[in-house]
Structures are given as structure tokens and as C-alpha cells.
């Protein structure tokens, strides 16, 4: 059974790069055809879709976010990972990665990690 | 983008009663190359992620109970409880994940008991 797995610093200095990595087990990163996303959701509000990546490496990302973003994935370590650049108060959020199936959609979620930026 | 508006807000609902949400997308999710409407439900219970329960639009997601199900194409659609049980208490969120960037969530709502 595949599982994923949020992990990375809990609080981020405001202007700095917050970095997250998703660890999957029970199965590989590699095989399969599947997205690996990132979703966000602030305390008390609704989810927002961050991007995703192929295992090919190719990426789509939030329009809104996609300045700051970069998400990349690691095979060998069968692991993929979330950059957002100059984070502020507003990137605070509970981050969830996300294994979603590419033709129907069916998807799995990491239990979140809680990430607040401040100084 | 794609704006995904669900109603109502909040819901308070009997228990072995009817739970009816509604979820409407400003512009179709129904892909014409293979007739699917790519449209998710998801429950998500506090303290804990998003748990997918209706895929396609209307294709329930193994090992959830047949009470829950999903109706609707384009750019309207419905998810329905049967007979509300207490584990239900929960709140609800409609997902487009096809096409048109980003891929995003109804504000969700927030299903309780009466």
C-alpha cells in the first residue's frame, strides 16, 4: 500500500525559500502513470492546488504561484519536493503532497505538514 | 482560471436523512474525447487530509459507503448522502482536475447534524 510522507523545517523566515519533501513508500515514485502534486490549506480556510510533476519531470504549476515555485522529483531517493521562494506570512499552511492518478484521478494524501513563516 | 462554487456554506442535516451539496464550475469539466467529467468530491474530517470519495463525477471511490454518491455533468453538479450518519460530520469539497490551470476547489461545506 503506498503511503507519502511530508517532511522539512516547520517555520520559515519571512523572504526566505520554504523546502518540503515528499517521501513514498510501498511502491515507486517511478512507475505507474501519475501526478505528484502539492496542495496548501491555511488554517480555518480551503485547499489550494500548488502544481505538479510527471515522473517524465515535466511540471505544471498555479499560475499564481508559479513565479515562486519549483517542484522536482528524485527517483533514486523516490522522493519529490516542493520550493516556494520568498515566502511571507501568507504562505503560512498545512502542505500536502499528493499521488493522483493520471487518467481517472483516483489520489492518495500525505497526512500534511504544518509550515508557518515568521521572523 | 476555473471557479468552482459549491452551496450552501453550511448544512445541518437529521440523522438518516438526506445531505444534498451542489457544486457549480464556471466552464464545462466534461471532456468531450472520452465523455468524462473530471469533477471529485472529497471529505475532510478536522486534523486530518482530504479524502477522495467520488471520481468522474459520479465513480465512488473504493471502499466508500454506497450512501454517498455523485450526480451531475458540465458544469453542475451534486454530491448526496443518503442517510446521514454521525460519522459524516465533516466538510465537503468539489475539485475540477483537468485542462484549464489551476485545479482548484470549491470553498467547501460545512455538513453537521440537526
Known amino acids: 500500500q503506498v503511503q507519502l510522507q511530508e517532511s522539512g523545517p516547520g517555520l520559515v523566515k519571512p523572504s526566505q525559500t520554504l523546502s518540503l519533501t515528499c517521501t513514498v513508500s510501498?511502491?515507486?515514485?517511478?512507475?505507474?502513470?501519475?501526478?505528484w502534486s502539492w496542495i496548501r490549506q491555511p488554517a480555518g480556510k480551503g485547499l489550494e492546488w500548488i502544481g505538479r510533476i510527471y515522473t517524465s519531470g515535466s511540471t505544471n504549476y498555479n499560475p499564481s504561484l508559479k513565479s515562486r515555485v519549483t517542484i522536482s522529483i528524485d527517483t533514486s531517493k523516490n522522493q519529490f519536493s516542493l520550493k516556494l521562494s520568498s515566502v511571507t506570512a501568507a504562505d503560512t499552511a498545512v502542505y500536502y503532497c499528493?499521488?493522483?492518478?493520471?487518467?481517472?484521478?483516483?489520489?492518495?494524501w500525505g497526512q500534511g505538514t504544518m509550515v508557518t513563516v515568521s521572523s | 482560471d476555473i471557479v468552482m462554487t459549491q452551496s450552501p456554506d453550511s448544512l445541518a442535516v437529521s440523522l438518516g436523512e438526506r445531505a444534498t451539496i451542489n457544486c457549480k464550475s464556471s466552464q464545462s469539466v466534461l471532456y468531450s474525447s472520452n465523455n468524462k467529467n473530471y469533477l471529485a468530491w472529497y471529505q475532510q474530517k478536522p486534523g486530518q487530509p482530504p479524502k477522495l470519495l467520488i471520481y468522474w463525477a459520479s465513480t465512488r471511490e473504493s471502499g466508500v459507503p454506497d450512501r454517498f454518491s455523485g450526480s451531475g455533468s458540465g458544469t453542475d453538479f451534486t454530491l448526496t448522502i443518503s442517510s446521514l450518519q454521525a460519522e459524516d460530520v465533516a466538510i465537503y469539497y468539489c475539485q475540477h482536475y483537468y485542462g484549464t490551470l489551476p485545479f482548484s476547489f470549491g470553498q467547501g461545506t460545512k455538513l453537521e447534524i440537526k
Open positions: 499528493v499521488r493522483r492518478e493520471v487518467y481517472s484521478g483516483r489520489n492518495i
Open positions: 510501498g511502491g515507486s515514485i517511478s512507475s505507474g502513470s501519475y501526478y
